[in-house]
Structure formats: C-alpha cells, structure tokens
DNA sequence: ACATTAAGTGATT
DNA sequence: AATCACTTAATGT
C-alpha cells in the first residue's frame, strides 16, 4: 500500500494538490494487469477511469471484420481519453486498450471525475491537458497513415514501441507487425528486410533489434 | 526424425 | 502494396 502512495506522489504529485491524491487513494482501486490482458473491448461501458502508474498501454481502433490498427500508446501519468469522452456521454468505448507491457493503475469510479473537475483546478487542468495531448497523438496517428509510406510507417512503429518497452530489442514477430499495421506479413518481412540493408534494424527470429533511436 | 511455426523470395496483379 | 506459391531455417515433440 505504501508502495502505491509512492507511485502515486511520483507520477502525479507534481500535478495533483495533496488532497485530491489523498482523495484518489480514498477512493481509487490499485489494479495490476499483465502483458497482452484487455483492458477495455469495444463496445463495452465504461465505469472507472484508469490513471497510469506505470507500463504502456497499447490503444487499437477495429474495423467490422476484426482487422486491427493501433493509434496510440500510453504511459505512465497519462489516462485513458475515451474514458473521459464516455463518461461524460455516457457511451460505448469505440476502442481497444492492451496491455503493452505489465501494467499498473489506478481506477477511480467515473462520478469522482465530474466531482473534482469543479472542486480541484489541477484535476481540471490535468482532463483538459490529456485530452488536448490524445487529440493530438490522434492527429500524428492520422498523419502517419495517410501521409507516410509502408516503409515509413514500420519503422516509426518500431520505434515507437522500442520506447514505450524502454528496450531497443522487440520481442514480436512479423506476423504480429502485419496485424498492429494493417497489412500482410509479406510485405513486413520485405520491408524489415530493406531496414536491415539500411542498418536501421537487426533482424532476429522472434526479435527486432532497433539501432536508429 | 517429423511437424510446426517464422521468415525469405519470385512472380503476378 | 496485396496475394499466391514455394523455400529455407529454427524450434518443439
């Protein structure tokens, strides 16, 4: 328990006053999620707002026939969006969360949010300040698609997930790639291929070693 | 040794 | 960039 005070104090104590952290523990729940568990499925309601403690959170879009596309990822410190556009509305999520990593985080019931957002200036500033920085991610993620090739788009991908993992060795195979983008394994390998003749990349089985950061 | 899974490649659209 | 068809290489039983 101390330990989740700790945690707390470290990713949002520079934003929250002390008693709207007391108030998160009051009545926050400390939940832990392991690597590739859902978070949220489309679809589903949404009743508690998770706040990052710590891990990555990878964020899906699906399209009818189950065909994947990530957007986003998030990390410590940050909170989930759609959570906050859904609970206010009362909506479906319209996305997925997936664990990217081992995950912890807080829940707190979504009635606390409308609760604080009049009594805490920092709490306000800390929902408009997150939904300003994902309409933003959202914005790149809409960029990269429809302005970067195939080519362009893998690499910044791996990047991207070299960061979140805080490891230039991804664990994932070509197959999984092909999923997360959109588009067929053959055209990962191929690509992957010309990155390596690029010396941007080693290329391993099961693993992809990134060398440009 | 055999089956399975991951990755590489040429050809076609 | 997608798909097919096939090969090669690594890994599991």
């Keep these: 328990m101390l ?48 706040l990052l403690l710590d891990g990555a959170i990878k964020i899906l879009r699906e399209d009818k026939n189950g ?28 996305i997925r969360a997936i664990a990217e990593t081992d995950v912890n985080l807080i829940m707190v019931p979504k009635e606390k949010m409308s609760d604080w957002l009049g009594k805490y200036s920092s709490w306000q500033a800390f929902i408009l300040g997150s939904y300003h920085n994902r309409v933003d991610e959202l914005l790149e993620a809409v960029d990269t698609i429809a302005f970067l090739k195939m080519d362009e788009r893998l690499f910044k991908y791996l990047k991207d997930k070299a960061m979140v993992n805080h490891n230039d060795v ?31 990349i080693q290329l391993f089985r099961n693993s992809i070693k990134v060398l440009e950061l």
């Design 170 to 200: 991804i664990s994932i195979t070509h197959q999984e790639i092909s999923e997360d983008l959109h588009t067929s394994r053959v055209v990962i390998s191929r690509l992957l291929k010309k990155l390596e003749n690029d010396e941007k």
């Design 3 to 50: 330990e989740i005070e700790n945690n707390l104090h470290a990713n949002f104590g520079y934003l929250f006053e002390d008693e709207l952290i007391a108030e998160i523990q009051e009545v926050g729940v400390h939940k832990t999620i392991k690597k590739d568990q859902a978070i949220m499925e489309i679809g589903s309601y949404i009743k508690f707002m998770p």
């Design 67 to 94: 065909d994947e596309l990530v957007l986003y990822y998030l990390e410590k410190g940050d909170t989930c969006a759609m959570t906050l556009s859904c609970c206010l509305g009362e909506t479906k999520s319209k």
